[in-house]
């Protein structure tokens, strides 16, 4: 019986040239998608804008009604605004005399400043929660759409799942264009979401498996700022087009486009081999070499064109018996060092996206033009990733993080306490709370990771990336808690930040750790004395 033969394809990659010509192709045409994807992930925080109305006052209005009262607001509507409550009229004129002056009844009609939003079109007036509902709909349609994605990208492809989930917004965001109705509407967001928001992560995946090891941070710092970029660009068509059909139909209609791409992209050839789809993943190789201009060795021709069986060179799953690995995840459960990691790293999770996403969201409710407010909020994570790079191997992974929560705790606390008239310090806030939770939330996938031991680590870091969501979810409702008090959200997010900064203090450095492999190998790092860390000191 012949030999399996081995494919190492990270040494077939440095034949092949880690980032050549063939690959930058690939990388730059799955961009555009990524890019997208921002643009979906946050057009609804326009489409379902909050919109200056008031309450209609039938013996005051012109016609058509106009939103400007011109002096009779002063009497006919509480504060002058009137937003949910009107005085109860006693005459039939726009007199003064005919309103009552202390008794409000509820309004049954409104008149809004434009029509932009789905709360004029819809009305939606005084029911603020259904205009926020639209976000958490939309990412618990995310929360769905990872392990779907993944199922299709395990199993028919990653360019299959990165292609379905970048047309398939197309169809159900212009068919959203259309509702008559609220119902309609914010069931069509979240089923966009289910279909279309994995194109992020397939296409990370096929971006980053044909790429050498060498370039693969920095292929992943890319695709992060590239998804930076889209988000600043919703803004742009949003200000260009506000109108919430008409910005709809711009965003979605070019992912039609993206069907093409089954004749532009090719297939991930490490999916190909683990499928035993030798000769397909062969061909790709050998076109790769010809557009890199790069002569492969005899050797690896050989191995690519040879019929013997071969097994891909991957990180080998453990091949003991079920029995053991259920044994680990006991010991995991009996382990009060990985327990309280799980749930410290779970908290850490769901702030940074918490924080991250609420920031973008209330960023549009700060003083001053509320598109230039959100470019900022997004371009700002840019630097973000830059000084995550930049800091975690210089300073370690502890105080980088400890310092970008922190930072961003006392940055978002002070920020209510502004005066209006400081406006320019009040962005700056804003930003500098953008930008170092981006730098936690891009540092701290790095760190959860190396908590945990390799038999576990995927599950384990997968538990925190769920929970995570919940602060995805919870983060649209945020501008309800400004009924209450218009600066909570951001008093919450800094307790958060805060509390998150000092929970730093009851996990362990990893700088220059090997990655742990067993339970007991994680439990030691945090009694393994600093001044003997070095990348050889864990055993068994």
Not at 368 to 393: F, K, M, Q, R
Request: proline content about 5%; hydrophobic content about 45%; glycine content about 6%.
């Amino acid at each position: 019986m012949s030999k399996e033969k081995i494919i190492d394809l990270d040494e077939i990659l440095l034949e092949l040239g880690q980032f050549g010509r063939h690959q930058l192709k690939n990388y730059c045409l799955i961009l555009i998608p990524i890019m997208f994807s921002a643009v979906y992930n946050s057009q609804y925080i326009f489409a379902a804008g909050n919109v200056p109305y008031r309450c209609k006052i039938p013996e005051c209005e012109l016609d058509p009604p106009k939103f400007e009262t011109n002096g009779w607001g002063n009497w006919a509507l509480p504060d002058g605004r009137g937003r949910c409550e009107r005085y109860v009229p006693v005459g039939t004129s726009c007199a003064a005399e005919s309103f009552h002056p202390t008794d409000t009844k509820r309004c049954s009609r409104w008149v809004y400043e434009n029509h932009d939003t789905i709360v004029s079109t819809f009305d939606l007036a005084c029911e603020e929660w259904k205009r926020t509902l639209v976000g958490t709909l939309h990412s618990a349609g995310i929360f769905l759409a990872l392990p779907l994605t993944a199922y299709i990208s395990d199993n028919f492809g990653r360019r299959v799942a990165f292609i379905l989930t970048a047309v398939a917004p197309a169809a159900v965001g212009l068919g959203r264009s259309f509702s008559q109705n609220y119902v309609t509407y914010v069931s069509l967001e979240f089923f966009e979401a289910v279909v279309g928001a994995g194109v992020y992560s397939s296409g990370f995946i096929l971006a980053l498996e044909m790429m050498g090891l060498n370039k693969r941070v920095l292929g992943g710092n890319i695709i992060s700022c590239t998804f930076a970029v889209g988000q600043a660009v919703v803004a742009l068509i949003a200000w260009a087009a506000p109108e919430w059909r008409t910005l709809t139909r711009i965003i979605y209609v070019p992912s039609f486009l993206f069907i093409f791409y089954y004749f532009l992209i090719e297939e991930s050839v490490r999916w190909l081999l683990s499928k035993g789809r030798k000769k397909e993943a062969a061909a790709i190789i050998f076109k790769a070499a010809a557009v890199n201009n790069r002569k492969l060795s005899p050797e690896t021709i050989k191995i690519l064109t040879d019929d013997t069986p071969t097994t891909t060179d991957h990180v080998k799953t453990s091949a003991e018996p079920e029995e053991k690995q259920e044994s680990l995840a006991l010991q995991v459960l009996k382990s009060k060092v990985l327990i309280s990691r799980l749930f410290i790293c779970s908290f850490w999770w769901i702030t940074v996206t918490f924080i991250y996403y609420g920031l973008s969201i209330n960023s549009v409710s700060l003083a001053g033009n509320s598109y230039v407010n959100y470019i900022l909020t997004a371009l700002i994570e840019i630097p973000g990733y830059c000084v995550s790079v930049l800091t975690l191997d210089r300073f370690g992974r502890k105080s980088s993080i400890m310092t970008a929560f922190f930072v961003c705790g006392i940055s978002l606390v002070c920020l209510p306490f502004i005066p209006y008239y400081l406006l320019w310090l009040q962005t700056c806030l804003n930003l500098l709370g953008k930008l170092c939770i981006s730098m936690a939330f891009s540092s701290i996938y790095i760190y959860t990771s190396e908590l945990y031991p390799t038999t576990l680590r995927h599950s384990l870091v997968a538990v925190c990336s769920m929970a995570g969501r919940i602060g995805q979810v919870v983060a649209p409702q945020t501008p309800l808690l400004m009924a209450y008090m218009e600066s909570l959200p951001y008093l919450l997010f800094g307790v958060m930040a805060a509390t998150s900064g000092l929970l730093m203090l009851l996990t362990p450095e990893t700088l220059h750790i090997r990655l742990p492999d067993t339970v007991r190998q994680a439990e030691r790092i945090a009694v393994a004395p600093r001044s003997t860390r070095t990348t050889d000191i864990i055993v068994d």
